[in-house]
């Protein structure tokens, strides 16, 4: 067992994942040299070589699609989009070329490719370095997409993520970075596609991913301090989502609250809040609940606590949940 | 002919390739007619042959689509010699990106006419297998294929490096990549940001642009003051620009290309100077947007008729050869048309399973529930469908 920050995780799981194959290689802007704007990457170019770790010319559509040709050819890519607002000059080719080309070729070809994301806010950034665009990948068949809270996710989905056929987007919580955790190295961690119950409680279930996982399982310890026995759900894979663990959560408590930084409107609370409806109809003692952000594009530094959820806004959530 | 310039140009020429004139007169070229040097006859039959059928397919399609068994036709008429010359140069080992138009391209490199029109048929998005021929499928998205083409490029290029450090036996033709596209479809972002990511890669990989004049309705004076070929420069490789319905012209220049690619010299662009002689597609009505004259004037340019015309007169070719294309041609036609009326339609649920390559929990739900649902109207089904044989043609 190590202690890691989430960050080091990454790192060492994609080190692995180049050790063991040598297909496996990275692409993207400053990654090299400098290791990435987050350092992600660091030592990874001296370690592997320039043909493995690319500093790749500044294009997110020429990133992602030249992957594409290299999957083609055999090669197991992985492209770091520098801040998750900077994903859209390549969102052609994620959402038009690398989800679909599976299904164009009736399955003769297969593009391994995993796109990694830093994502989220409150780091006190300008325009763009602060946005959670999850849904707008998880509506596009043909990919799937990991947001590990945690050290020890961090460092296995990077290399599931890479063994898996399929393409893969993996959605940092760069807020939580430095935040760290134990890694088992001999331990895998199971199917990266399931929901895990990071904290058993009888009386209210929180499903929260990323960045607000720590938030959740705070909301719940504050909860029980009120006397509240509250679950907290992991949910870890958001394409495609485990929703049969959170599904047997609010069979078992009857209440069920949504927490993501991304906004409400259209986010992916919507779609969990209508499945979990239609399968625990019967056990459900309030309606399902949503905390996300508000329908505005992401605010400025000084204001953006007041954007995305924390602490009192899953709080009072719970309280308005307990009210019915 | 020369296309209209755009007011207020500041003029970048490449000069004109052109080896087979228009009154069917060979022309010296120094650097590339070196390249075609051993076209002989029997050659240029094969070339003849390649373009005559292609032709053929294609009238052949247009009309199944006018009697409602395609859902779409994309017409090549007027660019059998820029694609059926760049396809001639390339190895079967080079790996092909297509866009949407080079029927000639793809039947050279061995797809069959039926299997490329399952995707006109509205059967599948693909069509074959782009292992088996190293021939990737169409791509609807104007553009997206030419980075996946410079990445399969750069890959080709890391699998040789990597061989060779391991003191493994390399073949002395390295594989090269070429990327087709369109003149409105070079105005797409991506084929800029394509070009750079060769360049600083020296990706093994051709861009063949086929400059047929239209983007639809939209003339190539719109897309560009300049003739594309002269971008190149701008990324530090070579740009060529040949009379693209020259089929010596566009063989040399492909020959040429690919051999300095082949070298480690980096990307090259060639840019084919052709017309789409008829509509875009099969919805196209092109009245409303050119002049007949236009057409009439490019008519006069026709790529078979110039080979043909010197395969009779400098070659001595006679009727007999070109009867027998014909009537291969038309064997061909028919045999197309029974395939595609033949053509057994895909079952819905098969997409379920083409989705992801690994399984997925949602794909099986969703799978799960559809086959339920449909079961629900089964026997009524099976009902409809009895004695109904070839209903679907
Ligand atoms: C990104 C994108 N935009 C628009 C279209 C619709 N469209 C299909 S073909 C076409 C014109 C393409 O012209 P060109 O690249 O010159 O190829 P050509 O059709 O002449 O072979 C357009 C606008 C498309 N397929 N893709
Ligand atoms: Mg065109």
Redesign the interface.
Known sequence: MKQLTIAKAINAGLSRAMEENPKVMLMGEDIGSLGGVYRVTEGLKDRYGAHRVLDTPLGEAGIVGTAIGLAERGYRPVCEIQFDGFTFPAFNQITTQLAKIHARSDGNLTVPVTIRIPYGGVIGSVEHHSESPEALFAHTAGLRILAPSNAQDAYWMSQQAIECNDPVIIFEPKRRYWLKGDVDENQPTGDPFSAAVVREGQEATIVAWGPLVPVALAAAEAAREDGRSVEVIDLRSLSPIDFDTVTASVRKTGRLIIAHEAPTFGGLGGEIAARVTERAFYSLEAPVLRVGAFHMPYPPAAVEEHYVPDLDRVLEALDRSFAY | MAAKMHPGTVESAVPRLQLLDEQGTVHEDPTFSPFVEDVDTVELKGLYRSMALARRVDEEATSLQRQGQLVLWVPLRGQEAAQVGSAWATEPTDRIYPSYREHAVVFHRGVKPGELLQLFRGH???GW???EHHV??Y?M?LA?Q???????????A??R??AEDAGEQVSETPEAVVAYYGDGASTE??I???M??AA?YDAPVLFFVQNNQWAISVPFSTQSRVPLATRAAGYGFEGLRVDGNDILAVLAATRYALDKIRRGEGPVMIEAETYRMGAHTTADDPTKYRQRDEEEQWGTLDPLERLEMFLRETHHVGDEFFDSVTNEGREMADELRADVLAMVPPTFDE?F??????P????DAERAECLDYQAGFAPQDDQDDSGSEGAHA
Request: net charge negative.
């Open positions: 599948t998005a693909g297998d782009p292992n990737n499928l791509t998205v997206s030419v980075p996946h083409a410079v990445g399969y490029a750069m890959g080709t890391l699998d490096k990597a972002g991506e800029h940001e394509s750079v990511f600083s997409f399973d083409k989705a992801y390559a690994d997925h929990s949602l794909i």
